[in-house]
């Protein structure tokens, strides 16, 4: 039986807005990733205690939700097919007893959190799903920037150009609870990484 609590939480992300910028010869492409809020660093908690240790244990639901943005751009006039987007999710270290007193060196895999989407547009955006404990688990995919004829008459008198972007994917987290932990305080991070190609 647990005795006490158990508290697990997410360490603090070393960036919250990064934007990449790869300059070609002429072209200038960008790509942002936001994860968390923009006014600072958003931590996930969990709090197992009260009934949640009880022999029948429950999921216990994280907070804050996070939002997710990943927004690629591209040089206007640039005609190009479109771009593939990633977003992968490193895992693989698992959550860290810090209060070594009552949980010694005990680790919690990642795969124990899944999460819940919200403001999703299904197709290549976030879906609901859960953390591999792995490295490079990809957990949304897209083209981006691509360039469509809009008046055609022999070849293309008009071309326009469509950004899709990944915004406001709210990801709300859940500890499964299915297995008894020594009592204590755990702390991990999961790496977000978006790629253009």
């Given at each position: 039986m647990l005795a006490g609590g158990?508290?697990?939480?997410?360490?603090?992300?070393?960036?919250?807005?990064?934007?990449?910028?790869?300059?070609?010869?002429?072209?200038?492409?960008?790509?942002?990733?936001?994860?968390?809020?923009?006014?600072?660093?958003?931590?996930?908690?969990f709090s197992v205690t009260g009934n949640n240790v009880a022999l029948n244990p429950q999921p216990v639901v994280g907070v804050p939700a996070i939002d997710i943005w990943v927004l690629p751009l591209r040089p206007a006039g640039n005609i190009t097919t479109a771009r593939p987007v990633a977003l992968t999710v490193d895992s693989s270290t698992p959550l860290q007893c810090q209060t070594p007193a009552s949980c010694g060196t005990t680790t919690i895999p990642f795969?124990?959190?899944?999460?819940?989407?919200?403001?999703?547009?299904?197709?290549?955006?976030?879906?609901?799903?859960?953390?591999?404990?792995?490295?490079?688990?990809?957990?949304?995919?897209?083209?981006?920037?691509a360039t469509y004829c809009?008046?055609?008459?022999?070849?293309?008198?008009?071309?326009?150009?469509?950004?899709?972007?990944?915004?406001?994917?709210?990801?709300?987290?859940?500890?499964?609870?299915d297995v008894i932990y020594p009592a204590g305080t755990y702390q991990g991070t999961v790496r977000f990484t978006a790629t253009l190609q």
């Open positions: 158990l508290v697990l939480t997410a360490a603090p992300a070393g960036g919250v807005i990064t934007t990449v910028t790869n300059n070609t010869g002429s072209s200038n492409y960008q790509l942002a990733l936001r994860v968390g809020s923009p006014a600072g660093v958003d931590t996930v908690g795969s124990k959190i899944s999460w819940q989407v919200s403001n999703s547009s299904g197709g290549g955006d976030i879906q609901n799903g859960g953390f591999s404990a792995g490295a490079g688990q990809l957990i949304a995919n897209f083209d981006a920037n809009t008046f055609w008459l022999l070849f293309c008198w008009n071309w326009a150009y469509q950004t899709d972007q990944l915004s406001a994917t709210r990801m709300t987290f859940s500890y499964a609870n």
